[in-house]
């Protein structure tokens, strides 16, 4: 192994780690047995698979999808090599030694591997480094050999691996080929291979990468500045994590006190000013990453899953430079919340990005045409195992909480660990020590920043918790085998509130109990959370609820929903009672795997700003169809109260792009209503978009033949910003519904449809 400097720490690696518990040896199983073959399924339809067996001329044919599909694939072979750290499976085995030969036969003579370039532009490789991935999926190549290589001792893809490295080790270079990727990943896994082949000529190149960024003026790449004057996190999420996971494992081998500097520059300015009480990071869509401090938005979060991954690697690895407890907070929050959020419980869907607030459009999919998200959770879950423990020469450092058993080599011999707990929904864990002979080591424990006091006792003898300045209690002592520790972790219901400059989140509070936070779903709380108010007197209690979710701890208590209000077009009104309401609010993690609707983490205090609702009318209980839907048909009787015809933070309802025709919407009931009058509330884009409020409309109702038009209308309004109300003579009928002209070359659509 690579030497390393004093005072840094190593990982127990995942091999030496084995699950135990009701939370993570599940979700490993699922991965296992439902993530891993449906993304195999999908490399093999999307033809990601059939490519290298195209470039490697075992079949005929020509590439097919993204240029960056290579990727996809080696994330996958790398989370399938993870199992096998932890679970014999000969026909994974097989499966993985019969796709490596498709690999091997792919690589070109001198060691080059790419399906996309030697299959569509074999003259131009290394031409588009900005923007073709080349390095990028290179570097997803080295992880996924490193970890076969780790977890089952053979040689045939990391000899694969090798070839490449050395290829572009031979291309760049300080004397060669001077540039840099657009997205990162080769960084950090250069010194994954140089960790496990000793060759220096790879973490020198690593380095070359780092050192040579800064050229240009893509902040969407952190290649805006080098590496050692940045201050600040930009740019894409994703690849900001990977790189600076790259450079602190640069650090950790060269002792580069500029860069390490940076990194810890950097860290404070993710964490202090631009990430989500999930670990999530990343608030826009427009560039998949970061904008200015305190812009977090809810509902429109990004919070793309592969950067809450991302942040779990640069935790852990600032965590293993610095070995202090802030690093690991960070890396539960985002592990606990942000990240395995990405995935459904059953292992079969997946979230590309995690808003903290949905208004029940948002949707885990089972695969995704760009398929980072999906390919990454795979590779993910089976080495969380790996983020557990550390060591140094004489003392090993417990980082996390889960039921499990791991053996651990020290300095003066080995030592099992075994932790019995039901972490995360406990705060208890006891400890039992097996050294093979009585040892004398340090045994540092971490008291998490969410645990405001902590109780522990060495053999039923209770002991002062005082944590060390690196947030750890450290027991110094000779350790016997059968010793055990018991430590008390708290876990009261935490409420979250958010800095003053956040302004998604003034007046709102977020529940949060130990590492996990939690979130209203509407299917808990009567079809609707944005209208809930938690004020700060109300009294919550947990409780395990084992057939919910796979089992999870719920918070329950009470708390006050705002009433509904029918304004029509009123300026004033007298302030209705608002209705004390039950709550039950469940891990943010696992929303979205039951029936669909409203999610809210941040709840507001006072009803005053939860959101306004109308009165229920006829067409509440109406099913909307129509002629056309982009949008949501379901938001034209919502009972949502406009701000405006430009109003884009509620659901709306539009023809798309269908202009200047005639279209329709109805709503269908199961019994005949008596009809009299009808408001619509418009859509209305203005310089936003081309949906205008149309040209003109009218009222029909279904006869149980044919449509009719309503009689004795008064005015069909066109007014921006109003309910525009007809009133015609009463119809009986089971349907009625809209005809509507859109003007010439223009669409439009409805924000809400009312039937007093």
């Known amino acids: ?89 000969p026909e994974l085995e097989t499966y993985l030694d019969d796709l490596i030969k498709k690999l091997a036969a792919a690589q070109q003579e001198g060691g080059y591997l790419n399906t996309y370039y030697t299959l569509v532009e074999p003259d131009k490789r290394w031409s588009n480094l900005p923007v073709m991935h080349e390095l990028y999926c290179a570097g997803h190549l080295f992880e996924a050999a490193v970890a076969h290589y780790r977890s089952t001792g053979k040689q045939n893809l990391l000899d694969i691996a090798i070839r490449f490295a050395d290829e572009i080790d031979h291309v760049f270079g300080y004397d060669g080929l001077v540039g840099v990727p657009g997205h990162e990943e080769i960084e950090l896994a250069l010194v994954k291979l140089y960790q496990v082949t000793n060759e220096k000529r790879y973490l020198d190149l690593a380095k070359f990468f780092i050192d040579k960024r800064g050229n240009s003026d893509r902040d969407y790449a952190q290649d ?24 602190a494992d640069v650090v950790r081998y060269t002792h580069d006190q500029d860069l390490f500097a940076t990194m810890n520059r950097i860290w404070d300015d993710v964490t202090l000013h631009k990430m989500y009480i999930t670990g999530g990071i990343g608030p826009s869509a427009h560039n998949e990453g970061f904008t200015v401090p305190y812009d977090l938005p809810n509902e429109t979060a990004y919070a793309e899953t592969c950067a809450a991954i991302g942040m779990v690697f640069w935790s852990h690895r600032m965590f293993l430079l610095h070995s202090h407890v802030k690093y690991v907070d960070v890396l539960e929050q985002a592990l606990y919340n942000g990240s395995i959020s990405g995935v459904s419980l059953a292992g079969d869907q997946f979230f590309y990005v995690n808003p903290l607030a949905s208004r029940g459009n948002h949707h885990r999919q089972p695969w995704y045409g760009c398929a980072c998200c999906p390919t990454n959770i795979v590779r993910f879950i089976p080495q ?17 909480y889960a039921a499990n058993r791991a053996t651990i080599s020290l300095s003066g011999g080995s030592v ?67 010793d055990t520790v018991d430590l008390e972790m708290p876990m009261p219901i935490d409420r979250i509130i958010a800095h003053p400059k956040v302004a998604a989140d003034h007046g709102r509070v977020c ?21 809930i108010a938690l004020p700060q007197d109300a009294h919550l209690e947990s409780h395990f609820e084992e057939s919910l979710l796979g089992g999870v701890t719920t918070l329950r208590g009470k708390a006050w929903r705002r009433a509904p209000i029918d304004w029509g077009n009123q300026l004033y009104q007298t302030t209705p009672p608002d209705k004390e309401t039950k709550i039950t609010a469940v891990p ?17 205090e006072s009803t005053i700003l939860a959101e306004a609702r109308l009165k229920p009318t006829m067409a509440t209980a109406g099913e909307p169809a129509a002629s056309f839907v982009f949008n949501q048909l379901d938001a034209i009787n919502d009972n949502l109260m406009p701000s405006g015809s430009n109003d884009h933070t509620i659901p709306r309802f539009t023809w798309w792009d ?29 310089d936003r978009g081309e949906c205008r ?24 309004g066109i007014e921006p910003d109003v309910f525009n109300r007809v009133s015609f003579e009463t119809v009986q009928t089971t349907s009625i519904r809209l005809v509507v002209q859109l003007r010439e070359s223009m669409s439009g659509g409805i924000l809400e449809w009312r039937l007093p």
């Open 416 to 482: 099992e660990l075994v932790q019995e707990t039901n972490y995360p929904w406990s705060g208890h864990v006891k400890l039992v020590v097996r050294p093979t002979h009585p040892t004398t080591f340090k045994l540092h424990l971490r008291i998490p920043g969410w645990c405001v006091k902590a109780a522990a006792k060495i053999n039923q003898q209770s002991i002062e918790v005082l944590p060390d300045d690196n947030g750890y209690l450290s027991l110094d002592r000779q350790w016997k085998p059968g």
């Open 693 to 716: 409020i149309p040209e003109s409309w009218e009222v029909e109702w279904y006869d149980g033949a044919t449509w009719q038009t309503v009689i004795n209308a008064s005015v069909y």
């Open 224 to 247: 805006h500045l080098p590496v050692r004057e940045q201050n600040q996190i930009v740019g894409h999420a994703v690849r900001a994590m990977y790189l600076y996971a790259g450079v």
């Open 588 to 604: 943010y993690h696992a929303w979205n795997n039951r029936e669909v609707g409203p999610m809210s983490v941040w709840l507001p």
């Open 1 to 89: 192994m690579p030497s390393e400097s004093h005072g840094f720490l190593t990982a127990v690696p995942v091999t030496e780690v084995e699950f135990t518990d009701q939370f993570w040896a599940p979700r490993i199983e699922v991965n296992r047995t439902t993530t891993l073959p449906q993304c195999f399924h999908h490399c093999e339809v999307t033809h990601r698979i059939r490519n290298f067996e195209v470039a490697g001329g075992l079949t005929a044919g020509q590439f097919e999808g993204i240029y960056f599909n290579d990727s996809d694939l080696y994330k996958v072979v790398e989370g399938a090599a993870y199992i096998l750290a932890t679970y014999q499976d």
């Open 658 to 686: 269908h202009r200047g025709t005639s279209e329709w919407i109805s709503l269908a009931f199961e019994e005949p209503k008596q009809i009299s009058c009808a408001e619509v509330y418009w859509f209305d884009d203005g």
């Open 384 to 400: 969380v195992g790996g983020y557990f423990y550390a060591t140094s020469s004489a003392a090993v450092w417990v980082n996390l």
């Open 511 to 531: 529940l949060r109990r130990g590492p996990v936070v939690y979130c209203l779903e509407a299917t808990d709380n009567g079809g609707s959370v944005r209208d």
